[in-house]
């Protein structure tokens, strides 16, 4: 593969981990597989979460992508990569930004702080029913996430802890 064609590769697999991610974090995490998601939406002090098995599974899968494309396709090697470089941008964000899992910084202003607004929003539902920004990297307006879950609330789609704003 030319050196364009891998950076196309990578850039691809990072911006579809976002979807993918979207989806799978509302469809599965938020529906049949909120058993292991549950714990991620409560106070607690473990440092590891049940919620952290996607992370095994999912990298797992990368694994066998990186070990397969290894012997068979570049292109699914270079995939895999693109999907890691996203597990990192993830965990740097979500975990470490947004539940301070690894570092202590409250952004006062910019994207960083649009960032860690929606996901707050996202965890202002009681329950896996509901809820909104489901994204990890990409955040929508703050105030239209707050429009939403009032909605959402008011049509009994959702429950809302009052902090929420909404």
């Given amino acids: 593969m030319s050196t364009l064609e891998i950076i196309a590769v990578v850039l691809a697999a990072v911006i579809g981990m976002e979807a993918f991610a979207w989806a799978a ?8 597989g909120w058993a292991w998601h549950r714990d991620h939406h409560e106070p607690h002090d473990n440092v590891l979460e049940k919620n952290d098995l996607y992370a095994v599974v999912f990298g797992t899968i990368v694994f066998f992508m990186f070990l397969i494309g290894y ?35 409250v952004p006062k202003r910019g994207y960083a702080k649009r960032l860690v607004q929606a996901h707050k929003l996202h965890h202002a539902t009681i329950g896996k029913e509901g809820g909104v920004s489901f994204g990890f990297v990409l955040a929508r307006d703050p105030a239209k996430l707050k429009a939403e879950l009032k909605r959402q609330r008011e049509a009994g789609l959702a429950r809302v802890r009052d902090s929420a704003g909404a």
């Fill in 71 to 105: 012997y068979v396709s570049e292109a699914l090697w270079w995939t895999a990569f693109g999907i890691t470089l996203y597990g990192l941008i993830y965990t740097v964000i979500h975990d470490g930004l947004v539940h301070q899992r690894y570092f202590k910084w």
């Fill in 25 to 32: 974090h509302k469809y599965i995490m938020h529906g049949w």
